[in-house]
């Protein structure tokens, strides 16, 4: 039990549709980092948000936005979405900038028809 | 060539037997972690290593920091142990992480 959720486990949407998945961090938690594993790959970093801001971002186009929220909630947005958009969406979450110690949700299981 | 990069990719054992994963990886650090996947996608974290070497259990995860190398060691392998075992890096100068692609280990009774 890493005390870090995701919502939901799995989804399934249509091509150009919209999705919203949902990460509730450890109380404490102001940093939270989204990652992308497509089938029989390792995990991709998205993006990072330190206090609500975004920290970083990998090699995602801007159809992937995030939001974080005081009560250590955040989002995952993906518009448009496409076929290769299919995949594990992990999120997790740290006490700080600079924590090595990361904890993982369970992910979201994405399907994109 | 990816930044982190693990063999075998794939490993099946009899219960019982002694488990090796490797991974070497290619940019400076502040830390390395082993990490479990179990097929329902939740990641747990196992290891966090800077330098040395950490037991937990039968796990077994150590670092060469000059050879930009880790291990991980199974003892006694089980069933249970079956999952896709990753390594990830924490670069210098980044909080993100850096993943190798896993290990799929497979444990038979």
């Known amino acids: 039990e890493t005390g870090v959720t995701q919502s939901p486990t799995h989804l399934i949407k249509t091509r150009g549709q919209q999705v919203t998945l949902r990460c509730s961090s450890q109380s404490g938690h102001n940093t939270v980092s989204w990652y992308q594993q497509a089938l029989g790959q390792g995990p991709q970093f998205i993006f990072q948000?330190?206090?609500?801001?975004?920290?970083g971002r990998g090699n995602f186009p801007p159809r992937f936005s995030g939001l974080q929220f005081p009560n250590y909630s955040s989002e995952l947005n993906v518009n448009a979405l496409e076929l290769d958009d299919s995949a594990l969406y992990l999120c997790a979450s740290s006490l700080s900038i600079g924590a090595t110690e990361a904890f993982f949700g369970q992910g979201t299981r994405l399907t994109v028809v | 060539k990816n930044e982190v990069e693990q063999s075998p990719q794939n490993l099946t054992a009899q219960e019982g037997e002694f488990i090796t994963i490797n991974c070497s990886y290619s940019v400076g650090i502040s830390a390395l972690h082993w990490l479990q996947q179990h097929p329902g996608g939740g990641i747990v974290s196992l290891f966090m290593l800077s330098s040395g070497k950490k037991k937990h259990g039968r796990l077994i995860a150590t670092i060469n920091i000059q050879e930009k190398h880790s291990s991980l060691h199974i003892t006694a392998s089980h069933p249970r142990d079956s999952a896709v075992y990753i390594c990830?890096?924490?670069?210098?100068?980044?909080?993100?992480?850096?993943f190798g692609t896993g290990t799929r280990l497979q444990v038979f009774p």
């Open positions: 948000y330190y206090r609500e801001e975004e920290n």
């Open positions: 990830a890096v924490t670069g210098r100068n980044t909080d993100k992480l850096i």
